[in-house]
């Protein structure tokens, strides 16, 4: 199965721009049709997961390049390396923010739990610094 550009595009929540600067820049890639329009395959879906996976764990579009770079490589051991160096630099960030979406889940959590309680006249309204007292 063939995607154009605009169904590649809707399909990872981009736009065509992002999508043509990749494949301009050789990070993702795709094939052209007789009209030399770019269509995208299978093969540019799991590219393009990767670049978001990466792009989602903080990875610059410099260190996505250079994994997609070693990715195109010749097999061998440094190269396995490599690749793996990166992933495990990735997953640390992925990680990190993790935690940090966690934490912020949780202080949101409180703050709706203070204003339900506001709301129910459990507590008076202290989020207002106009009914603060001096």
């Known amino acids: ?3 154009t550009i605009k169904q590649f595009a809707k399909m990872f929540h981009t736009t065509e721009h992002t999508i043509r600067y990749y494949t301009d820049i050789n990070l993702l890639p795709c094939q052209r049709d007789s009209k030399n329009c770019r269509i995208f395959d299978e093969q540019s879906v799991s590219w393009m997961h990767g670049i978001v996976c990466l792009k989602n764990c903080g990875a610059s579009l410099k260190d996505i390049k250079q994994y997609c770079s070693l990715c195109r490589l010749e097999e061998s051991e440094e190269n396995l390396k490599a690749r793996y160096q990166i992933i495990l630099k990735q997953r640390e960030q992925a990680y990190q923010k993790a935690a940090e979406a966690k934490a912020t889940a949780e202080y949101m959590d409180r703050k709706v739990k203070h204003y339900q309680d ?11 610094p106009n009914n603060w007292n001096s």
Do not use: F, K, Q, R
């Not at 506001?118 to 207002?128: E, K, Q, R, S």
């Open 118 to 128: 506001i709301l129910a006249g459990l507590i008076p309204d202290d989020t207002n």
């Open 1 to 3: 199965m063939y995607y």
